[in-house]
């Protein structure tokens, strides 16, 4: 059949929940949103737009910083494709020059592949105090190098965001890199909240993993922490009840001057959808209790996807599932400039979520399309 209507019990269209709505399926992808007819195929449950995941350093046993290659990405990109994100921003840490370089090339190599929407340089022109589990041997200040190469990749047409310190740039690298369209995100960064706010004047758009790596807020000094909240500016968050105490995401959700600027990050490891170990730097990293520890004891990136996330922010926050979705794929896809990412119609089958009432990712819809979901259809 070249064209069907299917008709779930609702559908999450980008920015709402409608009810009472269909799809209209042609040539393999979503070809229009409306009135479902009397013989469309009606299933449980809500489909959605997949996952958007603007920080993934690994999946699948794969490191980015390891294997900084095209299909180092490829691999990592399947491997959060099976936990419903279909959309993932490759992410390269603090590391030898050399390694960005590598993974620039990839991105550029990889920039019409599936699931590959752009590079995240992570560091290195970050704070030895706040650099985390980043190695502070290879931070450095920021150079023609890292300017080369953010250059190159913009010239090819990929997306990039370079998460930065404030504190150890210029104001005028900082309106340089805005105005190649590379998203600025204030991170691993000991910023006073005027330093922030004079980076956001200079073209910063966003902040990377709110209250992780950055000077927290006081009475009489917000930090970064505070200087981000309330600014109008985007901010990834990560939802693992790790990261970030249930509370302190709380209060973000309700502190942001403006809706939809707050999304959803993993800064998934290779331990998504791989072995629950691995090297970083020559160090071992391993799964304890939900959490990813390095030698040191701190906590090396995140084991958990946007799926995972998506659910305990409705499960355990109590967040509307239509504002949890957004964080998930609609303000993601914002903060980059890809709004396509957000849209049902022009989709592919494969791109589009099937979640159960608890929001858990039961399949695609090619997979209600061949008959292999794992929800039957509704009497």
């Given amino acids: 059949m070249s064209q069907f209507w299917i008709a779930p019990d609702r559908i999450f269209d980008g920015q709402t929940l409608l009810d009472g709505m269909g799809l209209r399926i042609a040539a393999g992808a979503v070809a229009e949103i409306g009135p479902a007819p009397a013989d469309a195929t009606r299933i449980k449950g809500c489909l959605t737009p997949g996952y958007v995941d603007l920080q993934v350093n690994g999946g699948g046993g794969v490191m980015l910083n390891t294997a900084p290659t095209r299909d180092g990405m490829a691999q990592i990109a399947v491997a959060h494709r099976q936990f419903g994100t279909v959309a993932v921003m490759p992410t390269v840490i603090t590391d030898h020059p050399d390694v960005m370089d590598q993974a620039a090339d990839a991105a550029i190599a990889a920039r019409a592949d599936q699931g590959i929407v752009g590079l995240h340089i992570e560091g290195p022109h970050i704070a030895k105090v706040r650099r985390g589990t980043h190695d502070g041997q290879f931070i450095r200040p920021l150079d023609d190098r890292t300017m080369q190469v953010v250059t190159r990749l913009r010239a090819a047409g990929v997306p990039v965001m370079i998460t930065l310190a404030p504190e150890t740039v210029s104001a005028a690298q900082i309106t340089a890199l805005a105005e190649l369209g590379v998203v600025v995100s204030v991170g691993h960064t000991d910023a006073t909240a005027d330093q922030v706010e004079d980076a956001i004047a200079a073209g910063a758009s966003c902040a990377t993993h709110l209250f992780n790596a950055m000077s927290p807020m006081a009475t009489r000094a917000p930090g970064t922490a505070g200087a981000v909240l309330n600014a109008e500016i985007y901010a990834g968050i990560i939802c693992d009840g790790h990261h970030v105490d249930d509370r302190m995401v709380q209060l973000a959700l309700r502190g942001r001057p403006l809706p939809d600027r707050l999304f959803l990050v993993s800064d998934a490891m290779s331990t ?23 030698t040191e004891g701190g906590l090396a990136g995140a084991h958990v996807t946007q799926a995972e996330a998506v659910q305990r922010l409705v499960q355990v926050l109590g967040v509307e599932p239509e504002r949890a979705l957004r964080m998930a794929i609609t303000t993601p896809a914002a903060a980059m400039g890809l709004p396509d990412l957000a849209v049902l119609v022009g989709r592919p089958l494969t791109d589009i979520l099937q979640l159960a009432d608890d929001m858990q990712v039961l399949g695609n819809l090619a997979d209600i399309a061949t008959g292999s979901s794992t929800v039957d259809a509704a009497e």
Avoid: T
């Avoid at 998504?272 to 390095?294: M, S």
């Fill in 272 to 294: 998504v959808g791989g072995p629950d170990h691995f090297d970083l730097y020559g160090q071992p990293v391993h799964l304890e209790n939900g959490k990813l520890i390095n």
